[in-house]
């Protein structure tokens, strides 16, 4: 049980950080474009992370079953 509890903490840190790495000042002055797309990259990186986060409870269902 506790490995669900790692593994959905590591995506949502992973998550969190990308949203502050995306939204900073710094990154807005290099690319100024990514403000302009948000919707279709957030909605790639939130997908990206469905799959991990499915991949990972199933590789942990299939480990702890074993």
């Given at each position: 049980?506790?490995?669900?509890?790692?593994?959905?903490?590591?995506?949502?840190l992973?998550?969190?950080?990308?949203?502050?790495?995306?939204?900073?000042?710094?990154?807005?002055?290099?690319?100024?474009?990514?403000?302009?797309?948000?919707?279709?990259?957030?909605?790639?990186?939130?997908?990206?992370?469905?799959?991990?986060?499915?991949?990972?409870?199933?590789?942990?269902?299939?480990?702890?079953?074993?």
């Amino acid at each position: 049980m506790w490995i669900y509890i790692v593994v959905i903490g590591i995506a949502l840190l992973a998550a969190v950080g990308t949203f502050w790495v995306g939204f900073s000042a710094e990154n807005k002055k290099r690319n100024p474009e990514y403000e302009h797309r948000t919707k279709k990259n957030l909605s790639k990186l939130t997908s990206m992370y469905v799959v991990t986060v499915v991949l990972a409870i199933i590789i942990c269902v299939a480990v702890y079953l074993r």
